[in-house]
């Protein structure tokens, strides 16, 4: 390096530093595409798994709908039987769609399942108990509608406020 003159020194130097600018930038835009290849998994994940979450819901208010049926349209044994028979397959739908979500939610390397509260499997726990109970009641037991109650609160001929006598 003594036998170099200043300006080849300066030209070496300036060399060395180009060459460790471009190492850096090499290797921080290798991190930064390595960075947003896990972002883009991640999102897939997540978007898969809020769709799932949505099906889940779908399935559910289907079996909440069969329940009403059970409840408004089951009075003839025919149709309840058929009634009961969609809830328990919609029921079996949401248990089986549950527990997949479920895997994911505790799966601590699944990166969507890590943000999934726990709250939401309690309270599904609960309205799985309450479903299981509904199930053994018999038909005897089932709440019955009244005739001619269309739900609709007071009679629709009562008069309110101060004035309650019949006008000519």
């Known amino acids: 390096m003594n036998r170099l003159t200043l300006k080849a020194k300066i030209y070496f130097m300036l060399g060395l530093l180009i060459a460790g600018f471009s190492a850096g930038a090499i290797t921080g835009l290798?991190?930064?595409?390595?960075?947003?290849?896990r972002d883009a998994?991640?999102?897939?994940?997540?978007?898969?798994?809020?769709?799932?979450?949505?099906?889940?819901?779908?399935?559910?208010?289907k079996q909440v709908q069969a329940w009403?049926?059970?409840l408004l349209r089951g009075?003839?044994?025919?149709?309840?039987?058929?009634?009961?028979?969609?809830?328990?397959?919609?029921?079996?739908?949401?248990?089986?769609?549950?527990?997949?979500?479920?895997?994911?939610?505790?799966?601590?390397?699944h990166a969507a399942g890590r943000c999934i509260p726990d709250r939401p499997c309690r309270t599904w726990k609960a309205v799985q108990r309450r479903s299981r109970q509904i199930q053994t009641l018999t038909r005897a037991q089932l709440p019955r509608r009244r005739r001619g109650?269309?739900?609709?609160?007071p009679a629709?001929?009562?008069r309110r406020g101060?004035?309650?006598?019949?006008r000519n």
């Open 41 to 61: 998994e991640f999102a897939a994940r997540r978007i898969k798994l809020e769709d799932d979450v949505r099906v889940m819901q779908l399935t559910f208010k």
């Open 68 to 70: 009403k049926d059970i």
């Open 30 to 37: 290798q991190q930064i595409s390595s960075r947003a290849t």
């Open 75 to 109: 009075s003839d044994p025919e149709s309840l039987k058929e009634y009961e028979a969609e809830f328990l397959k919609l029921d079996a739908e949401v248990q089986k769609e549950g527990q997949e979500l479920k895997e994911i939610a505790t799966d601590p390397h």
């Open 149 to 153: 109650c269309k739900g609709k609160g």
């Open 162 to 166: 101060p004035d309650r006598r019949k």
């Open 156 to 158: 629709r001929n009562r």
